[in-house]
């Protein structure tokens, strides 16, 4: 039971991080239409920003996630502005676009990835938060764990309800749902696909900011996030919210069953899920079928 | 209180609109005819901003909006209610005459608007936390129609509104444009459904391969030789 309660709450601690991040990543390709490939270099920077304010100036770290999500909100708004709007209205079809789009998030994954070897090198860095043990459910963890899952969890459901309920929520699905009508509906549409990018790249530094106390990162940490979180993009249904955090959860949960038993098998585990999906519902599993009307 | 001045409309490298030239007046109803791939559609969506002319100007109350983007010139007061209309159906009937009014502040307002719009189309209002898309074609014509008035425009511009509806919903629908017009809106109709566009309307335009050939009162194009044989088929 304890085994049980224990690799649960480590998926979940572990599967709250994929969650964000894949979050993150819908809204730049589910909304956006960006597939934006540099997202895991975002939760790169997230972790080092955190780290250092941390180690250098002695600012809590979840002080700074909460500094730094506006910020980079405003970057990723900014990076849209400058560079996929600029594609977008050149490019003369979607499909044409998306092929863009993608080419230069690469541009900007090598550019990011880069200046943090230039700057970091390839060492890793850890500091130590938070790192006492506490009583969780029984199970013992350290307390930076589980404060990420907390925060984890309640930046998800804020951001849920600031989709359902705010009138910028529900412009953005509508711009997720057809462009052309929201621009019809007065919406600026581009604004929208902006905020969009920056939202996600603000999830995706949040992410950063958490696994930064719990693990040691590196300069080259996050493509296997990038990877991950396409592979939870296809579980959860492309353009639904709630789905890739949920998807976040089961691959998170499947890591650490699989982690356990046979540590060696965890990432094979996700791509068997990814593979088996693709194969069955490749409009993902928490998509509900619409009666075709 | 808008005029179409020459333009010319092209998609990358064809031409689809050739020196068109039109007028609308105040709550007048000005109904646009043609064959499929006319243009008709083309002239809406260039009123709305979703295409740009090459050349010629649009006034609309004075001030020239051929180079706006569509968002801008939604809130001038021009809706355009496209083909099959323009709703969310993975959002419900409520958030989607929301999103009609996006950017109005004045929650006055667009309360306001929703009362006036209930009255309209009762349906609606017993309808509202239901998924767009779980509504019939006549009920989702309506809630387009309905969407492009959250605002109160001054120029609605409906396009095919009777576009695979039934036909009592297709005199419904018509009913429900002369309804809007006595209330104070001006409305510009493009159909090709000639007969019932022609029988509401105040005056009207015939569209043929991107050109406007014809231009007269409702009256007269119903009496007209040429739009008899052609377009109603008598």
């Known amino acids: 039971m304890k085994l049980f309660l224990d690799i649960i709450i480590s998926g979940l601690i572990q599967g709250a991080?994929?969650?964000?991040?894949?979050?993150?990543?819908?809204?730049?390709?589910?909304?956006?239409?960006?597939?934006?490939?540099?997202?895991?270099?975002?939760?790169?920077?997230?972790?080092?920003?955190?780290?250092?304010?941390?180690?250098?100036?002695?600012?809590?770290?979840?002080?700074?996630?909460?500094f730094f999500s506006p910020v980079s909100l405003i970057a990723g708004f900014l990076i849209y502005k400058n560079?996929?709007?600029?594609?977008?209205?050149?490019?003369?079809?979607?499909?044409?676009?998306?092929?863009n789009s993608m080419l230069a998030s690469f541009g900007l994954l090598y550019v990011i990835q880069n200046l943090a070897l230039i700057w970091w090198g390839t060492s890793t860095k850890a500091y130590s938060y938070l790192s006492f043990s506490v009583g969780f459910l029984g199970v013992a963890f350290e307390a930076n764990r589980v404060a990420a899952l907390f925060v984890g969890v309640a930046v998800m459901i804020s951001f849920y309800l600031f989709l359902r309920y705010s009138i910028l929520g529900k412009a953005i699905r509508a711009a997720a749902e057809s462009p052309v009508s929201a621009q019809l509906s007065g919406i600026?549409?581009?604004?929208?696909?902006?905020?969009?990018?920056?939202?996600?790249?603000?999830?995706a530094c949040v992410a950063g900011g958490l696994v930064s106390m719990m693990k040691e990162i590196t300069a080259n940490m996050g493509f296997p996030y990038l990877v991950t979180a396409l592979i939870v993009l296809v579980l959860g249904g492309l353009g639904n919210i709630v789905g890739s955090f949920l998807g976040g959860l089961i691959i998170g949960l499947v890591t650490a069953a699989v982690m356990y038993w046979q540590p060696e098998l965890s990432?094979?585990?996700?791509?068997?899920?990814?593979?088996?999906?693709?194969?069955?519902?490749?409009?993902?599993?928490?998509?509900?079928?619409?009666?075709?009307r | 209180m808008l005029s179409v001045n020459n333009i010319n409309v092209f998609y990358r490298k064809i031409q689809a609109l050739w020196a068109v030239s039109f007028d609308v007046m105040q709550r007048e109803i000005v109904v646009m005819l043609g064959s499929n791939g006319a243009g008709k559609s083309t002239t809406l969506n260039t009123l709305a901003g979703l295409l740009h002319p090459s050349s010629g100007s649009i006034r609309f109350?004075?001030?020239?909006?051929?180079e706006m983007p569509s968002f801008k010139i939604v809130s001038l007061s021009i809706s355009l209610v496209p083909e099959g209309g323009a709703f969310f159906s993975k959002m419900t009937v409520n958030?989607?005459?929301?999103?009609?009014?996006?950017?109005?502040?004045?929650?006055g307002k667009n309360i306001e608007s929703l009362k006036w719009i209930y009255e309209i189309f009762p349906v609606l209002k017993l309808k509202g936390k239901k998924l767009?898309?779980?509504?019939?074609?006549?009920?989702?014509?309506?809630?387009?129609?309905?969407?492009?008035?959250?605002?109160?425009?001054?120029?609605?511009?409906?396009?095919?509104?009777?576009?695979?509806?039934?036909?009592?919903?297709?005199?419904?629908?018509?009913?429900?444009?002369?309804?809007?017009?006595?209330?104070?809106?001006?409305?510009?109709?493009?159909?090709?459904?000639?007969?019932?566009?022609?029988?509401?309307?105040?005056?009207?335009?015939l569209l043929e391969n991107g050109k406007i050939v014809l231009g007269d009162t409702c009256e007269n194009l119903r009496q007209n030789e040429y739009v008899r044989k052609c377009y109603l088929g008598l």
């Open chain 2, 95 to 107: 958030e989607n005459l929301e999103l009609g009014a996006y950017g109005r502040k004045d929650r």
């Open chain 1, 17 to 66: 991080i994929y969650g964000l991040i894949a979050v993150g990543l819908n809204l730049q390709y589910g909304v956006a239409r960006v597939l934006n490939v540099a997202h895991g270099e975002f939760v790169m920077v997230g972790a080092f920003a955190t780290y250092i304010m941390y180690t250098v100036f002695g600012i809590n770290p979840l002080l700074s996630v909460a």
């Open chain 1, 267 to 292: 990432l094979v585990a996700s791509y068997l899920i990814f593979t088996i999906v693709l194969l069955i519902r490749p409009q993902g599993i928490f998509v509900r079928q619409t009666n075709g």
């Open chain 2, 61 to 66: 109350l004075c001030q020239e909006i051929q």
């Open chain 2, 132 to 205: 767009a898309s779980t509504l019939s074609g006549g009920e989702r014509q309506m809630l387009a129609i309905a969407r492009g008035l959250m605002r109160r425009p001054k120029l609605l511009m409906l396009d095919e509104p009777s576009y695979g509806l039934a036909p009592l919903m297709v005199s419904q629908t018509f009913k429900t444009v002369k309804q809007l017009r006595d209330l104070g809106t001006t409305i510009l109709v493009v159909e090709q459904n000639s007969k019932h566009a022609l029988a509401v309307g105040d005056r009207g335009y």
């Open chain 1, 83 to 99: 560079l996929f709007q600029f594609i977008r209205t050149s490019s003369e079809t979607a499909e044409m676009f998306e092929g």
């Open chain 1, 188 to 203: 600026d549409v581009h604004r929208v696909l902006g905020i969009c990018f920056g939202l996600g790249v603000m999830l």
